[in-house]
Protein backbone atom coordinates (compact mmCIF):
# COMPACT_ATOMS: atom_id res chain seq x y z
CA UNK A 1 0.00 0.00 0.00
CA UNK A 2 1.81 3.07 -1.06
CA UNK A 3 2.33 6.12 1.67
CA UNK A 4 0.78 8.33 -1.17
CA UNK A 5 -2.48 7.32 -0.82
CA UNK A 6 -5.51 8.34 1.27
CA UNK A 7 -5.24 7.59 5.02
CA UNK A 8 -8.66 6.79 5.47
CA UNK A 9 -11.55 5.66 2.77
CA UNK A 10 -14.80 6.04 3.02
CA UNK A 11 -17.47 4.05 1.61
CA UNK A 12 -21.36 4.40 1.05
CA UNK A 13 -24.19 3.71 -0.52
CA UNK A 14 -26.87 0.56 -1.55
CA UNK A 15 -25.00 -0.74 -3.66
CA UNK A 16 -23.60 -3.43 -1.40
CA UNK A 17 -21.81 -6.07 -4.67
CA UNK A 18 -19.73 -2.60 -5.16
CA UNK A 19 -18.91 -1.68 -1.92
CA UNK A 20 -17.50 -5.30 -1.14
CA UNK A 21 -15.62 -4.89 -4.68
CA UNK A 22 -14.20 -1.55 -3.73
CA UNK A 23 -13.01 -3.46 -0.12
CA UNK A 24 -11.33 -6.05 -1.94
CA UNK A 25 -9.80 -3.80 -4.12
CA UNK A 26 -8.08 -2.00 -0.96
CA UNK A 27 -7.17 -5.44 0.48
CA UNK A 28 -5.66 -6.71 -2.85
CA UNK A 29 -3.40 -3.45 -2.40
CA UNK A 30 -1.28 -5.66 1.54
CA UNK A 31 0.32 -7.76 -1.54
CA UNK A 32 -0.53 -11.83 -1.29
CA UNK A 33 -3.69 -12.37 0.26
CA UNK A 34 -2.27 -14.73 3.29
CA UNK A 35 -0.20 -11.87 4.12
CA UNK A 36 -2.51 -9.24 3.44
CA UNK A 37 -5.29 -11.27 5.84
CA UNK A 38 -2.69 -11.01 8.91
CA UNK A 39 -2.29 -7.41 8.40
CA UNK A 40 -6.39 -7.20 8.12
CA UNK A 41 -8.59 -6.41 11.33
CA UNK A 42 -12.75 -6.19 11.33
CA UNK A 43 -14.85 -4.38 13.57
CA UNK A 44 -18.16 -3.61 13.75
CA UNK A 45 -19.59 -0.37 14.53
CA UNK A 46 -22.68 -1.73 16.13
CA UNK A 47 -20.54 -3.36 18.89
CA UNK A 48 -16.78 -2.05 19.15
CA UNK A 49 -15.28 0.18 21.56
CA UNK A 50 -13.19 2.97 21.21
CA UNK A 51 -10.35 1.13 22.92
CA UNK A 52 -10.76 -2.04 19.89
CA UNK A 53 -10.47 0.56 17.36
CA UNK A 54 -7.30 2.33 18.73
CA UNK A 55 -5.84 -0.43 19.78
CA UNK A 56 -5.88 -2.09 16.14
CA UNK A 57 -4.72 0.97 14.12
CA UNK A 58 -1.51 1.05 16.79
CA UNK A 59 -0.65 -2.58 15.81
CA UNK A 60 2.66 -3.39 14.35
CA UNK A 61 2.01 -4.53 10.44
CA UNK A 62 3.88 -7.69 9.43
CA UNK A 63 6.18 -7.67 6.41
CA UNK A 64 3.70 -5.12 5.15
CA UNK A 65 3.79 -1.43 5.08
CA UNK A 66 0.48 -0.73 7.11
CA UNK A 67 -2.15 -2.45 8.45
CA UNK A 68 -5.74 -1.64 7.21
CA UNK A 69 -8.29 -1.19 9.76
CA UNK A 70 -12.23 -1.79 8.42
CA UNK A 71 -14.76 -0.75 10.59
CA UNK A 72 -18.36 -1.32 9.12
CA UNK A 73 -21.09 0.73 10.31
CA UNK A 74 -19.16 3.45 12.12
CA UNK A 75 -22.46 5.83 12.78
CA UNK A 76 -24.66 3.07 13.72
CA UNK A 77 -24.35 3.90 17.06
CA UNK A 78 -23.54 6.95 16.90
CA UNK A 79 -26.26 9.11 18.66
CA UNK A 80 -24.53 11.82 20.73
CA UNK A 81 -22.44 14.45 19.85
CA UNK A 82 -20.15 13.89 22.01
CA UNK A 83 -19.55 10.32 20.71
CA UNK A 84 -19.05 11.66 17.59
CA UNK A 85 -16.82 14.20 18.30
CA UNK A 86 -15.18 11.53 19.94
CA UNK A 87 -14.95 9.47 16.82
CA UNK A 88 -13.83 12.63 15.01
CA UNK A 89 -11.20 13.56 16.83
CA UNK A 90 -10.10 10.35 16.83
CA UNK A 91 -9.97 10.02 13.18
CA UNK A 92 -8.29 13.14 12.60
CA UNK A 93 -4.78 12.45 14.24
CA UNK A 94 -2.47 10.42 12.43
CA UNK A 95 -1.94 6.48 12.45
CA UNK A 96 1.44 5.82 11.23
CA UNK A 97 0.96 1.86 11.98
CA UNK A 98 -2.62 2.11 9.48
CA UNK A 99 -5.06 3.22 7.49
CA UNK A 100 -8.80 2.77 8.72
CA UNK A 101 -11.34 1.87 6.10
CA UNK A 102 -15.35 3.14 7.28
CA UNK A 103 -18.28 1.46 5.37
CA UNK A 104 -21.79 2.64 5.68
CA UNK A 105 -24.20 -0.31 3.12
CA UNK A 106 -26.40 2.65 2.97
CA UNK A 107 -26.22 6.58 1.91
CA UNK A 108 -24.75 8.46 5.17
CA UNK A 109 -26.64 11.93 3.23
CA UNK A 110 -30.08 10.86 1.69
CA UNK A 111 -31.38 12.86 -1.00
CA UNK A 112 -33.68 14.95 0.46
CA UNK A 113 -31.08 16.23 2.75
CA UNK A 114 -28.01 16.79 0.48
CA UNK A 115 -31.22 19.05 -1.51
CA UNK A 116 -31.63 20.57 1.40
CA UNK A 117 -28.16 21.12 2.11
CA UNK A 118 -27.94 18.88 5.11
CA UNK A 119 -25.50 16.42 5.31
CA UNK A 120 -24.38 13.82 7.48
CA UNK A 121 -21.74 14.96 10.21
CA UNK A 122 -19.06 12.13 9.31
CA UNK A 123 -19.59 12.94 5.49
CA UNK A 124 -19.47 16.40 6.33
CA UNK A 125 -15.96 15.85 8.08
CA UNK A 126 -14.66 13.71 5.65
CA UNK A 127 -15.45 16.19 3.10
CA UNK A 128 -13.59 18.93 4.80
CA UNK A 129 -10.72 20.91 3.15
CA UNK A 130 -8.37 19.98 6.48
CA UNK A 131 -8.72 16.32 5.29
CA UNK A 132 -8.59 16.98 1.32
CA UNK A 133 -5.69 15.22 1.65
CA UNK A 134 -6.03 12.01 4.06
CA UNK A 135 -9.96 11.21 3.37
CA UNK A 136 -11.03 9.45 -0.08
CA UNK A 137 -14.82 9.03 -0.34
CA UNK A 138 -16.58 7.37 -2.66
CA UNK A 139 -20.28 7.22 -3.59
CA UNK A 140 -21.75 3.57 -4.47
CA UNK A 141 -25.29 3.82 -5.78
CA UNK A 142 -27.32 0.96 -7.34
CA UNK A 143 -27.40 1.16 -10.75
CA UNK A 144 -31.40 2.02 -11.84
CA UNK A 145 -33.24 2.06 -15.19
CA UNK A 146 -30.96 1.54 -18.08
CA UNK A 147 -27.57 1.71 -16.14
CA UNK A 148 -28.75 -1.47 -14.62
CA UNK A 149 -29.39 -2.82 -18.32
CA UNK A 150 -25.45 -1.54 -19.14
CA UNK A 151 -24.44 -3.02 -16.03
CA UNK A 152 -25.33 -6.24 -16.52
CA UNK A 153 -24.18 -6.36 -19.96
CA UNK A 154 -20.88 -4.95 -18.69
CA UNK A 155 -20.47 -7.67 -15.82
CA UNK A 156 -21.46 -10.59 -18.35
CA UNK A 157 -18.17 -9.50 -20.70
CA UNK A 158 -16.25 -8.98 -17.74
CA UNK A 159 -16.90 -12.66 -16.78
CA UNK A 160 -15.75 -13.61 -20.34
CA UNK A 161 -19.41 -13.89 -21.23
CA UNK A 162 -21.96 -12.39 -23.42
CA UNK A 163 -25.50 -11.71 -23.11
CA UNK A 164 -28.09 -10.10 -26.00
CA UNK A 165 -29.78 -6.39 -24.73
CA UNK A 166 -32.47 -8.38 -25.12
CA UNK A 167 -31.76 -10.68 -22.08
CA UNK A 168 -30.40 -7.77 -20.59
CA UNK A 169 -33.79 -6.14 -20.36
CA UNK A 170 -35.64 -9.49 -19.23
CA UNK A 171 -32.83 -9.95 -16.54
CA UNK A 172 -33.18 -5.97 -14.77
CA UNK A 173 -36.84 -7.00 -15.10
CA UNK A 174 -36.27 -9.86 -12.83
CA UNK A 175 -34.41 -9.00 -10.38
CA UNK A 176 -34.56 -4.82 -10.26
CA UNK A 177 -31.32 -3.14 -9.14
CA UNK A 178 -30.01 -5.66 -6.86
CA UNK A 179 -26.37 -5.72 -8.89
CA UNK A 180 -25.43 -9.24 -5.89
CA UNK A 181 -28.60 -11.17 -7.13
CA UNK A 182 -27.69 -9.89 -10.93
CA UNK A 183 -24.02 -11.06 -10.49
CA UNK A 184 -25.57 -15.00 -9.40
CA UNK A 185 -27.52 -14.82 -12.24
CA UNK A 186 -25.08 -14.01 -15.07
CA UNK A 187 -22.61 -16.59 -13.31
CA UNK A 188 -25.04 -18.97 -13.14
CA UNK A 189 -26.36 -18.55 -16.94
CA UNK A 190 -23.32 -18.54 -18.41
CA UNK A 191 -21.99 -21.47 -16.65
CA UNK A 192 -25.36 -23.34 -18.03
CA UNK A 193 -24.71 -22.17 -21.62
CA UNK A 194 -21.04 -23.69 -21.06
CA UNK A 195 -19.89 -19.97 -21.99
CA UNK A 196 -20.28 -21.09 -25.41
CA UNK A 197 -23.26 -18.25 -26.63
CA UNK A 198 -24.53 -15.04 -25.61
CA UNK A 199 -27.34 -15.37 -23.18
CA UNK A 200 -30.43 -14.62 -24.89
CA UNK A 201 -34.09 -13.88 -23.23
CA UNK A 202 -35.26 -17.53 -23.44
CA UNK A 203 -32.27 -18.55 -21.08
CA UNK A 204 -33.19 -16.32 -18.80
CA UNK A 205 -36.77 -17.13 -18.83
CA UNK A 206 -35.79 -20.41 -18.16
CA UNK A 207 -33.66 -20.32 -15.85
CA UNK A 208 -33.83 -17.04 -13.72
CA UNK A 209 -36.98 -17.82 -11.46
CA UNK A 210 -39.89 -15.25 -10.52
CA UNK A 211 -37.84 -13.48 -8.28
CA UNK A 212 -39.18 -10.21 -9.46
CA UNK A 213 -41.14 -8.05 -7.34
CA UNK A 214 -43.54 -6.55 -9.37
CA UNK A 215 -44.57 -9.20 -12.03
CA UNK A 216 -46.52 -8.60 -14.86
CA UNK A 217 -49.40 -7.94 -12.69
CA UNK A 218 -51.90 -10.23 -14.84
CA UNK A 219 -53.66 -12.27 -11.95
CA UNK A 220 -54.38 -8.70 -10.05
CA UNK A 221 -55.41 -6.94 -13.25
CA UNK A 222 -57.64 -10.34 -13.78
CA UNK A 223 -59.04 -9.73 -10.58
CA UNK A 224 -59.64 -6.17 -10.92
CA UNK A 225 -61.99 -7.34 -14.13
CA UNK A 226 -63.79 -10.44 -12.29
CA UNK A 227 -62.48 -12.76 -14.88
CA UNK A 228 -62.26 -15.72 -12.60
CA UNK A 229 -61.71 -18.09 -15.47
CA UNK A 230 -58.34 -16.24 -16.05
CA UNK A 231 -57.38 -15.41 -12.48
CA UNK A 232 -58.17 -19.08 -11.72
CA UNK A 233 -55.92 -20.10 -14.85
CA UNK A 234 -53.23 -17.87 -13.81
CA UNK A 235 -53.35 -18.68 -9.71
CA UNK A 236 -53.02 -22.68 -10.87
CA UNK A 237 -50.28 -22.00 -13.15
CA UNK A 238 -48.23 -20.08 -10.79
CA UNK A 239 -48.62 -23.00 -8.37
CA UNK A 240 -47.35 -25.72 -10.61
CA UNK A 241 -43.64 -23.97 -10.11
CA UNK A 242 -43.87 -22.22 -7.14
CA UNK A 243 -44.52 -22.22 -3.41
CA UNK A 244 -48.20 -20.66 -2.22
CA UNK A 245 -46.67 -18.73 0.06
CA UNK A 246 -44.31 -17.36 -2.31
CA UNK A 247 -47.22 -16.55 -4.21
CA UNK A 248 -49.14 -15.17 -1.65
CA UNK A 249 -46.13 -12.63 -0.05
CA UNK A 250 -45.54 -11.60 -4.28
CA UNK A 251 -49.58 -10.22 -4.12
CA UNK A 252 -49.04 -8.67 -1.05
CA UNK A 253 -46.06 -6.76 -2.31
CA UNK A 254 -47.57 -6.19 -5.65
CA UNK A 255 -50.78 -4.64 -4.32
CA UNK A 256 -48.30 -2.39 -1.67
CA UNK A 257 -46.63 -0.80 -4.65
CA UNK A 258 -49.53 -0.38 -6.81
CA UNK A 259 -50.61 1.49 -3.90
CA UNK A 260 -47.86 3.75 -3.83
CA UNK A 261 -47.60 4.06 -7.37
CA UNK A 262 -51.76 5.26 -7.59
CA UNK A 263 -50.72 7.90 -4.87
CA UNK A 264 -47.50 8.89 -7.22
CA UNK A 265 -50.05 9.04 -10.25
CA UNK A 266 -52.24 10.90 -7.92
CA UNK A 267 -49.71 13.54 -6.74
CA UNK A 268 -48.49 14.16 -10.78
CA UNK A 269 -44.97 12.50 -10.02
CA UNK A 270 -42.96 10.35 -11.89
CA UNK A 271 -40.45 6.68 -11.95
CA UNK A 272 -37.85 8.69 -9.37
CA UNK A 273 -40.68 9.36 -6.96
CA UNK A 274 -40.64 5.80 -5.95
CA UNK A 275 -39.11 5.09 -2.56
CA UNK A 276 -35.60 3.69 -2.51
CA UNK A 277 -36.31 1.68 0.48
CA UNK A 278 -38.83 -0.84 -1.58
CA UNK A 279 -35.47 -1.75 -3.56
CA UNK A 280 -37.54 -2.37 -6.70
CA UNK A 281 -35.62 -1.30 -10.42
CA UNK A 282 -36.46 1.69 -12.92
CA UNK A 283 -38.18 -1.24 -15.48
CA UNK A 284 -40.81 -2.49 -12.50
CA UNK A 285 -41.04 1.01 -10.93
CA UNK A 286 -42.35 2.21 -14.27
CA UNK A 287 -44.62 -0.91 -14.88
CA UNK A 288 -46.42 -0.10 -11.43
CA UNK A 289 -46.94 3.59 -12.92
CA UNK A 290 -47.94 2.38 -16.13
CA UNK A 291 -50.47 -0.72 -14.23
CA UNK A 292 -51.60 1.76 -11.31
CA UNK A 293 -53.65 3.47 -14.04
CA UNK A 294 -56.34 1.29 -14.23
CA UNK A 295 -56.74 0.63 -10.82
CA UNK A 296 -58.81 2.71 -8.57
CA UNK A 297 -57.56 3.47 -4.76
CA UNK A 298 -60.92 1.82 -3.65
CA UNK A 299 -59.83 -1.67 -5.12
CA UNK A 300 -56.36 -2.22 -4.38
CA UNK A 301 -57.72 -0.73 -0.78
CA UNK A 302 -59.89 -3.83 -0.30
CA UNK A 303 -57.50 -6.44 -1.46
CA UNK A 304 -54.76 -5.19 0.50
CA UNK A 305 -57.19 -5.46 3.95
CA UNK A 306 -58.49 -9.38 2.84
CA UNK A 307 -54.98 -10.06 1.89
CA UNK A 308 -53.85 -8.62 5.64
CA UNK A 309 -56.71 -10.65 7.03
CA UNK A 310 -55.81 -14.17 5.21
CA UNK A 311 -52.49 -13.55 5.96
CA UNK A 312 -53.38 -13.47 10.25
CA UNK A 313 -55.40 -16.49 9.56
CA UNK A 314 -52.68 -18.42 7.79
CA UNK A 315 -50.66 -17.39 10.55
CA UNK A 316 -53.00 -18.42 13.33
CA UNK A 317 -53.07 -22.02 11.32
CA UNK A 318 -56.25 -21.74 10.56
CA UNK A 319 -55.85 -21.70 6.58
CA UNK A 320 -52.87 -22.81 4.42
CA UNK A 321 -51.76 -20.64 1.74
CA UNK A 322 -53.17 -22.57 -1.38
CA UNK A 323 -56.58 -22.49 0.25
CA UNK A 324 -55.65 -18.64 0.98
CA UNK A 325 -55.50 -17.85 -2.50
CA UNK A 326 -58.23 -19.74 -3.84
CA UNK A 327 -60.23 -17.84 -1.11
CA UNK A 328 -59.15 -14.32 -2.65
CA UNK A 329 -59.71 -15.07 -6.30
CA UNK A 330 -63.43 -16.31 -5.62
CA UNK A 331 -64.29 -13.91 -3.19
CA UNK A 332 -63.13 -10.89 -5.44
CA UNK A 333 -64.34 -12.57 -8.69
CA UNK A 334 -68.05 -13.45 -8.08
Not at 54 to 62: E, G, N, Q
Not at 155 to 170: F, H, L, N, V, W
Request: aromatic fraction near 8%.
Amino acid sequence: MAEESPEIYLFDGDDEFAINESIEKICSRLGERNIAEMNITRLDGRSFSFTELKDAAATVPFLAPKRLVILSLPTSRMNEKSQQDELINYLSTDKPTSKLLLVEYDFLTNERDRKDGKVNWLEKWATSPSQAKRVYVRHHPQPGGPLMVKWIEGYAKKMDGQITPQAAIALANLIGDDTLLASQEITKLLTYLDYSQPIDTDDVEYLTPSTAKIGDFDLINALRVRDQRKAQALLHKSLQDLDPGRIFQSIVFQIRTLIIAREILDNHGTVDDFPKSLKIGYYPAKLALESAGHFSGAFLDDIYHRLLNLDAAMKMGQMDADVALEMLVIELTI
